[in-house]
């Protein structure tokens, strides 16, 4: 009997992609997305698929029962806009998570995965920053998500979980027309459509770029590695990559990009990256993809699209 995944979000740049690879490793996929932000398209062929809001408690228990694991990945994914209205954010990211955690009880779920972020972390020094670093998030969203791992931490006993800290994950099927989330789509999608990048915010910030296969594969192998639960995990580099570098590094695939450095984004972090000591440890993790070889397959497919 094949193993039933539940994953939401499966119409988003990442929840798709796992979806994908989850089909072609022989598991049944449950898919489930309201579109609000996802697209459509994006869904792989072969799975069974519910436009539902999972903030709506009867809903989520209309899902099919027969679920061996639960990867959770809907939800608002920006920073910027969960203060456009902090009440819809905490719906989409914590209420959600909450009518999860009670359907996987009920049905007697293996595990829950649950995307988590760096932005939990908040205002941190200039040090690879590991999971033991007190969480004092700066915008709603983070707030959001860790409220989210506390509920996931209360309830463990009932359903093990992993909650992955992503750091700022990159590369092909990422949306080049949303403006508000994603440094790398946005950067490289002004670069692509007005050869000219704008930066809200200073050069010198820093962020941990991790390519979307590497997220994909660790994603996988929470569900393949049994053994690994109620785990919360950085998922990085551990890679120290100024804002500056990165722009450098996106304006090799262009016409030398002109660039405007100006304002600044709310809630955003100067600067983070990942101690990736457990993640490599837990999950067995030799390499995983230079910023160099991902942007290139990055700016690749942008171009083709």
């Not at 999950?283 to 070889?293: A, G, V």
Request: hydrophobic share 35%; aromatic share 10%; charged share 25%.
């Amino acid at each position: 009997m094949k193993t039933t995944l539940l994953i939401t979000g499966v119409a988003g740049f990442i929840g798709s992609k796992i979806a994908e690879k989850a089909l072609e490793k022989g598991f049944e996929v449950i898919g489930i997305d309201d579109l609000s932000s996802g697209k459509k398209e994006q869904i792989p062929t072969g799975l069974e698929f519910y436009a539902y809001d999972l903030s709506d408690k009867n809903l989520v228990h209309q899902l099919p029962a027969k679920v061996d694991y639960i990867l959770h990945l809907a939800g608002q994914s920006s920073g910027e806009i969960s203060f456009d209205n902090p009440i819809s954010d905490l719906e989409k990211n914590t209420h959600s998570t909450l009518n999860l955690i009670q359907f996987g009880i009920k049905n007697k779920v293996k595990k829950i995965l649950y995307a988590s972020s760096m932005s939990v972390y908040g205002a941190v020094k200039d040090v690879p920053i590991s999971e033991q670093q007190e969480a004092l998030p700066l915008s709603c969203y983070g707030v959001g998500k860790r409220a989210s791992e506390q509920y996931l931490s209360i309830f463990g006993d009932q359903l093990p979980y992993i909650s992955y800290r992503m750091f700022n994950v990159y590369g092909p099927g990422q949306d080049l027309t949303n403006m508000r989330q994603g440094m790398v789509s946005i950067f490289l999608s002004q670069a692509l459509q007005s050869n000219a990048i704008l930066v809200k915010g200073s050069l010198d910030r820093f962020r941990d770029f991790i390519y979307i296969d590497d997220v994909v594969d660790c994603w996988l192998k929470g569900i393949e590695l049994t053994e690994l639960k109620n785990l919360t995990v950085n998922l990085g580099t551990g890679e120290r990559t100024e804002v500056g570098d990165l722009v450098n590094e996106i304006s090799r695939h262009f016409d030398q990009p002109s660039l405007t450095v100006e304002g600044s984004t709310p809630g955003d972090q100067f600067g983070i990256y990942a101690d990736t000591s457990l993640l490599k440890e837990s999950f067995q993790i030799d390499q995983l993809t230079s910023l160099k070889e991902g942007m290139k397959c990055f700016a690749d497919w942008a171009k083709s699209e």
